[in-house]
């Protein structure tokens, strides 16, 4: 190997020592960006017969970098600043100054070392491989993005990490950060949705936005009013959407999280199905900074479903108190969550149970465990015409009010009644036959 190859390799060496000498920010390394980075520098000191590994673990590096959009550098920021570490997750909880000053120690050191890494910028890799692989010119680099990625909160901080000669110092600004926006997935994204018991997070929620919903201002009010104390970090009430099919319930919740995300307000989905581990759900939500709804769709019960012993649990709390960053919003059709049939109910012949009215009235009053319910009528027509103008406002469809009362009286009578739903639907339709099959 030339004299040329052997400082490559030396420095490359160096790199994968550093790599080995993080104490808390290991994990930063999991992912497929820093994965391929770690398998590239390990073809670098290899012998000259693995050029054509070196060439294919450049390409693979390349092509996670385009696919995330995200340079190495601007991946290993965006790292740091979500790093899930013993370190951030007590700066999530507790004031700088009260860090253990040997935890304190450990994540400047790590800084330092993940400053080095982030100097083997994109144009360094590419002239290793142009000097290992004796190629002509150099590779084509993967480049940052022109405009800043990462969220609104992050961006002060990645400009002095970018901008300072020594990451060290910027260790009581990440702590803080930490502190205020959070860490790992919460600090990566807003929706969530648990699956397989564990939270998966969404990448495209639903872009639904409270501009969009009309009728049922008072319903809308309250729920606002509700969620701003939950974002005031008092304790909020959770809250039953109960009403009609199609009047708007699941949106107006899912509109919330447009609302209030840049005030760390979190949005995670729970299936019916996976009522069961709602109290797991909740404890890992405990002592973050953010705050918490949890969204169940579609609620109820059968006779004989005990998932809503879970639901229960968290609603009203047990000895463990309830954290007060998470309420529960759900939505149903039916207004006594558990279903009730006539047989159910006691006569003189019922030898089954000695208290039968007490297992009657647990039934009927489980909604009253909620501290709000919001009821949603059925839209009437002048309701119906108010949504569908309003939303043809907003696609700016141009039809005369009358043309435009009379097709969703006609969209209505023929699909699926009165609702918000059936004007979504009809607005959506319309827009688009208005431009594709306009003459």
């Known amino acids: 190997m030339s004299s040329l190859n052997s400082s490559i390799s030396s420095q490359v060496r160096f790199l994968q020592r550093q790599v080995a000498t993080l104490l808390l920010y290991q994990d930063i390394f999991n992912d497929e960006i820093g994965q391929e980075f770690l398998n590239l520098l390990e073809t670098f000191h290899q012998s000259e017969a693995s050029i054509l590994n070196c060439l294919k673990a450049y390409g693979t590096w ?54 080095t890494l982030y100097q083997c910028n994109g144009e360094k ?28 909160e992050e961006l002060p901080l990645r400009s002095q990490l970018v901008t300072l000669e020594n990451w060290s110092e910027a260790l ?41 919903l009309v009728g049922y201002e008072t319903q809308r009010d309250i729920l606002l009013k509700n969620t701003e104390i939950l974002l005031a970090g008092y304790p909020a009430l959770n809250v039953l959407l109960y009403g009609s099919r199609g009047t ?26 996976h009522l069961n581990d709602l109290p797991l759900v909740v ?17 109820s019960f059968e006779e004989d479903d005990d998932a809503f012993k879970a639901l229960k649990v968290v609603l009203e709390g047990n000895l463990t108190a309830r954290p007060q960053n998470v309420v529960v919003y759900a939505t149903s059709n039916r207004r006594h969550l558990i279903r009730e049939y006539f047989e159910d109910r006691p006569s003189p012949k019922d030898q089954d149970e000695v ?9 009927l009053s489980f ?45 209505a009578t023929r699909h699926n009644g009165r609702s918000g739903r059936t004007a979504r639907q009809f607005i959506d339709f319309l ?4 431009v594709v099959f306009r003459k």
């Open 431 to 434: 827009a688009a036959e208005l």
């Open 62 to 115: 390349f092509k996670v970098q385009a696919k995330h959009r995200q340079s190495w550098q601007e991946h290993l920021i965006t790292q740091i600043l979500r790093a899930d570490n013993p370190f951030t997750q007590q700066a999530q909880q507790i004031p700088f100054q009260q860090l253990s000053p040997v935890l304190v120690e450990a994540a400047k050191q790590d800084l330092k070392i993940l400053q």
């Open 248 to 273: 708007g319930k699941s949106s107006l919740i899912k509109a919330l999280l447009h609302q209030y995300s840049d005030r760390s307000l979190r949005l995670i989905e729970v299936a019916k199905s």
């Open 355 to 363: 208290h039968v009215w007490d297992t009657v009235q647990e039934k």
């Open 283 to 299: 404890e890992q939500l405990r002592g973050v900074p953010q705050k918490f709804i949890i969204f169940v769709d579609d609620l």
């Open 172 to 212: 009581e600004s990440l702590a803080d950060h930490y502190h205020k926006f959070g860490i790992g997935l919460f600090a990566a994204a807003e929706a969530f949705r648990w699956h397989k018991s564990q939270l998966v997070k969404i990448d495209y929620p639903d872009p639904v936005h409270l501009s969009q």
């Open 125 to 152: 890799v590419g002239s290793w491989l142009r000097t290992v692989a004796q190629l002509s010119e150099n590779p084509i680099i993967w480049q940052p993005q022109v405009k800043p990625l990462g969220k609104i």
């Open 367 to 411: 909604s009253d465990r909620f501290g709000l319910t919001l009821t949603f009528e059925p839209a009437d027509q002048n309701t119906y015409l108010n949504m569908v103008q309003h939303l043809a406002s907003q696609a700016g469809i141009d039809l005369s009010p009358e043309d435009l009362q009379f097709r969703a009286l006609q969209w």
